[in-house]
């Protein structure tokens, strides 16, 4: 019997908010995802699949319900659903951005239609200045997001956001889902770096045909 | 008694330079380091202390020297290094580019002069269309680059470049130093994300208070 856990409001029910969600529920998380479309199969296929406590609604209703919010939207799509679901609903809360500004708009692999001296961590963090940003779960495929260990060894998380104590209920989430303690490289700002990497992680699984690429990064 | 190797001309006297003179000298290549300061006290040192044959000179003459040629200057000085060695120099041969377009303007930690829609191994490639760039080395530090084994296990070397023959060289050379065969992410552009990782390397670095961070990236 898992002890309780906080509200989780997931914003975007692609794969990375589905798999974030059944791993968060399973861990007693109370979980409700947050669609453009809540009645599409898929997500209701989701919800009966899941395990816990689970339940979907729309963007306001997942960010009222969310006492963490963690957003999972397309990149480009992220401030138009953070508009949908209400910034007051944002307000004072813990938001976990797991977006990246991938542009795609050349094709395969993808760009960043922020460049190097903004990125969508700040941009969110600008959007709810009363919300604290931590910038986490990005750099890995969803399905490495939840029981990450991996034959070759465990992977590294890397977070970064301006609220310490943010970061601190983050890192006992991230314990929670199967993670060691995170590097936290810092303040918002980092994600300019972070959502860099993910332009190099696409690259590197798409060149080792294999998108459960994650990195580890060797210290000694 | 190792082999003999490529002569190689290195553009960059600092840790880089000389770094991976020394491990090159020491497993057979001709190695040339080239200065804007030949003369200087901590040169002449490194060149009483390799192994192996080595010598010093201008950018002009390590340029002439190498049949292979490994960029090892700072970011910012890298034009102006090439052509103070002379474009034709490098006319039809390997060129390895180290180099990082990191900008210091606003203090520790950097950003990039670049951006990432372009990046510094694209501007040596258009500065030498002759030539054969490939970018390496540029995700470690300097004394990761020879005989990186560390007990946590082996990184990973990232490469990319246009010339498919130049690439196999440098996988060849890598194996020499040490190295597993390397991860090639395809054509010179990949150089705007191995740019983009090492600011967020140094972040990590900065964090860990470990100047050896590197990456492996686990694949099952």
Redesign the interface.
Same mark, same amino acid.
Do not use: C, H, Q
């Given at each position: 019997m898992e002890s309780m856990k906080s509200k989780v409001g997931i914003l975007g029910s692609g794969e990375v908010g589905r798999s974030l969600g059944s791993g968060l529920a399973a861990k007693g998380y109370d979980v409700e995802l947050g669609s453009r479309t809540p009645d599409k199969k898929q997500i209701q296929d989701w919800l009966k699949s899941a395990v816990g406590r689970v339940s979907v609604g729309t963007f306001a209703d997942a960010a009222a319900h969310g006492e963490i919010l963690i957003l999972c939207t397309l990149g480009e799509a992220t401030e138009n659903a953070i508009e949908l679901a209400g910034t007051g609903n944002f307000d004072a809360k813990l938001v976990i951005d797991a977006t990246n500004p991938l542009d795609f708009s050349k094709g395969m692999p993808p +760009?960043?239609f922020? %460049?190097?001296?903004d990125s969508l961590g700040e941009r969110v963090q600008r959007l709810l200045p009363k919300a604290k940003v931590v910038k986490c779960f990005n750099t890995v495929n969803n399905k490495t997001m939840v029981n990450p260990r991996?034959?070759?060894?465990m992977?590294d998380m890397?977070i970064c956001g301006n609220d310490e104590g943010a970061k601190r209920e983050v890192a006992g989430l991230l314990k929670d889902l199967g993670w060691n303690e995170p590097?936290?490289? +810092?303040g918002i700002e %980092?994600a300019?770096?972070?959502e860099?990497?993910t332009?190099?992680w696409v690259?590197?699984a798409?060149?080792?045909g294999?998108w459960?690429?994650?990195?580890?990064?060797?210290?000694?």
């Open positions: +760009g960043l922020v %460049g190097t001296t991996m034959k070759e060894g992977p890397i590097i936290d490289i +810092g %980092g300019r770096w972070l860099a990497y332009a190099l690259r590197l798409l060149k080792l294999n459960s690429v994650a990195a580890r990064f060797l210290r000694s």
